[in-house]
């Protein structure tokens, strides 16, 4: 049976789309570096693979939270750490008045100007900013959480943002409790009580200060104190938020070492099962590049065949 040109030309045609498309193929798996470039080459694995991908760049986006976080945590707890030790040097000053007893009018304005600029401080510490929004105004982060004499204007509501699945952590604080704001005036008790100290001294009776007393509920309850154990009873509690913060940052510090783990074991299961095999692909390549390369011989043959050669 006399095979016609067009068949020939057909099954030549037919056999080189295949053996360009496995050429194709092989090359955008060593370029790709993948084995899996499409749902249908293998749909399980590709489900995975995509399963695998989401998780991972959920696991980033909380990075970047936790990144974000650490700089508000670090800013707050630089800003607390600075008013308690301001407050503590302070405390110095005070003890030291409480001893003395008896003061010039000299001694007595240069004291009340220092407590004066330790209370300014204060405020202004509690009016911190990280970029333009305040840290101690809770959720109120447009406008000063603490006005000029210390009474605290903000939230107590914090806002949060996730770090790690069912974990998050502050990128604002509540600065009633940061900055021992006393809940029987609205102000801040460090700066209440220095208040009260510059006001004293400003008298010039000193020994009023032993005596004096001052109301204090710091969320659990009011009671009379005097002004020293006031001042303790402040720097106790800042001191005790001060700690919370470093345990935040801890925690967080934690979280994101486990976070970037996942993520690089994640990448490594994805590797496995989209990664192409190089060594087994280059072989495969030559393969089809060698196979394509005899097609278009054929090809090139078949093409040059004339009667002539039949009638040699």
Do not use: H
């Not at 006399?2 to 092989?26: A, C, E, G, H």
């Not at 302070?90 to 304005?109: C, H, M, P, Y």
């Not at 809940?183 to 006001?199: H, Q």
């Amino acid at each position: 049976m006399r095979v016609s040109s067009d068949l020939i030309f057909d099954i030549l045609v037919k056999y080189d789309r295949l053996r360009s498309s496995q050429l194709t193929r092989k090359t955008e798996e060593l370029s790709s570096g993948k084995s899996i470039l499409a749902p249908s080459d293998s749909p399980v694995d590709f489900a995975r693979s995509l399963r695998l991908k989401r998780f991972s760049e959920r696991l980033e986006r909380l990075n970047k939270n936790i990144d974000v976080a650490r700089s508000y945590l670090d800013s707050a707890e630089s800003s607390l750490g600075s008013a308690i030790d301001s407050l503590e040097e302070a405390r110095v000053k005070f003890v030291q008045l409480l001893n003395t007893g008896v003061i010039t009018s000299d001694e007595a304005r240069a004291l009340a100007d220092y407590f004066k600029s330790v209370k300014d401080y204060i405020i202004q510490l509690g009016n911190e900013k990280v970029g333009d929004s305040y840290l101690f105004g809770g959720v109120k982060t447009q406008s000063p959480p603490f006005d000029s004499d210390g009474t605290y204007q903000g939230s107590t509501q914090e806002t949060t943002v996730p770090v790690a699945p069912g974990v998050e952590t502050n990128t604002n604080f509540n600065g009633q409790d940061y900055f021992a704001v006393n809940r029987s005036s609205g102000k801040a008790l460090a700066v209440e009580v220095l208040d009260r100290i510059i006001e004293t001294v400003e008298s010039g009776d000193i020994s009023a200060l032993e005596s004096s007393e001052i109301t204090v509920d710091l969320g659990d309850g009011e009671r009379s104190m005097k002004l020293l154990d006031a001042f303790d009873a402040a720097l106790s509690k800042m001191m005790e938020y001060r700690s919370i913060l470093g345990t935040k940052q801890k925690v967080i510090d934690s979280l994101k070492f486990q976070n970037e783990s996942m993520v690089l074991r994640l990448k490594e299961l994805d590797s496995k099962l989209t990664d192409a095999d190089y060594p087994g692909a280059i072989a495969d390549y030559e393969k089809a590049k060698t196979a394509y390369q005899a097609l278009l011989a054929a090809i090139s043959d078949v093409q040059n065949i004339s009667l002539l050669d039949f009638l040699k």
